[in-house]
């Protein structure tokens, strides 16, 4: 596995566009009424992430948007 690492929004935005990314929305909470959503972003649970690792698309980086 791969070091975590923040990146800024426009890396994020230029990994999607080449679909290079799968990015997981893990908020807790407040996420129904966020209006910070990131389209195609699929949302999981953190509390059950062990659940999806194996049906998350191969070759792609996965990015974890979080708060």
Avoid: N
């Avoid at 908020?27 to 990131?38: A, L, Q, V």
């Avoid at 649970?45 to 708060?67: E, I, K, M, W």
């Amino acid at each position: 596995m791969a070091e975590a690492r923040r990146i800024a929004p426009q890396e994020l935005k230029s990994l999607i566009d080449q679909g290079k990314a799968v990015v997981l929305d893990v908020r807790r909470g407040s996420y129904e009424e966020s209006d910070r959503k990131i389209p195609g972003a699929i949302r999981v649970d953190p509390a059950r992430f062990q659940d999806y690792q194996g049906s998350l698309p191969q070759g792609r980086t996965v990015v974890a948007y979080c708060t």
